[in-house]
T-cell receptor, first 118, second 115 residues
Framework: GAVVSQHPSWVICKSGTSVKIECRSLDFQATTMFWYRQFPKQSLMLMATSNEGSKATHEQGVEKDKFLINHASLTLSTLTVTSAHPEDSSFYIC??????????????FGPGTRLTVT | DQQVKQNSPSLSVQEGRISILNCDYTNSMFDYFLWYKKYPAEGPTFLISISSIKDKNEDGRFTVFLNKSAKHLSLHIVPSQPGDSAVYFCAASALLGGSARQLTFGSGTQLTVLP
């Protein structure tokens, strides 16, 4: 149980275009979803936290109008990178909380999406 | 300011021996600590956790030790197996307003278990 999927797993887009990444909890209702970004050989940096049905909370330094987050249902959150630029190229990972077996702070992670902006 | 630090970017251990991964933290509000394992191009998977009211938690080959006074925790893997080779992230959690919790991750330690 507690499976989180992401789609697509890998995407290449041209500079200036927008890309949408989906995160789904497959077998539990995710009351909270998180979006992270990871640069090579670095830690996971939290970008934003979203609760179902309310606006996402973006971390300091993360532009909310550039990284749009929608958590429309208890099983789906989307991250849209608008007007993407090469510096947005990164590995984006989502995670979810909501399973009743989870300990404090425990999150289930998706497999990640590799975004390359050319 | 890094609140969770993993000072060793890499560690190599012989198969069958003990692997010890270390993690230090600075925020005294952290009350729950977790270890995640990550393979390349995959999301992290939860390994083991410990509450700040405990000093040890064991699950099979994995044991996490917490020294609150030193703000230090460690993950012991014994015996180490080649399949344990991965990046290990230490993470810490504090209760924010209401019931909200976020994870703060260390920079990770690449463990290589040599056959």
């Amino acid at each position: 149980g507690a499976v989180v999927s992401q789609h697509p797993s890998w995407v290449i887009c041209k500079s200036g275009t927008s890309v949408k990444i989906e995160c789904r909890s497959l077998d539990f209702q995710a009351t909270t979803m998180f979006w992270y970004r990871q640069f090579p050989k670095q830690s996971l940096m939290l970008m934003a936290t979203s609760n179902e049905g309310s606006k996402a909370t973006h971390e300091q330094g993360v532009e909310k109008d550039k990284f749009l987050i929608n958590h429309a249902s208890l099983t789906l959150s989307t991250l849209t990178v608008t007007s993407a630029h090469p510096e947005d190229s990164s590995f984006y990972i989502c995670s979810a909380r909501g399973g009743w077996r989870q300990g404090p702070g425990e999150q289930y992670f998706g497999p990640g999406t590799r975004l390359t902006v050319t | 300011d890094q609140q969770v630090k993993q000072n060793s970017p890499s560690l190599s251990v012989q198969e069958g021996r003990i692997s010890i991964l270390n993690c230090d933290y600075t925020n005294s509000m952290f009350d729950y600590f977790l270890w995640y394992k990550k393979y390349p191009a995959e999301g992290p998977t939860f390994l083991i956790s410990i509450s700040s009211i405990k000093d040890k938690n064991e699950d099979g080959r994995f044991t996490v030790f917490l020294n609150k006074s030193a703000k230090h925790l460690s993950l012991h893997i014994v015996p180490s197996q080649p399949g344990d080779s991965a990046v290990y992230f230490c993470a810490a959690s504090a209760l924010l307003g209401g019931s909200a919790r976020q994870l703060t991750f260390g920079s990770g330690t690449q463990l290589t278990v040599l056959p």
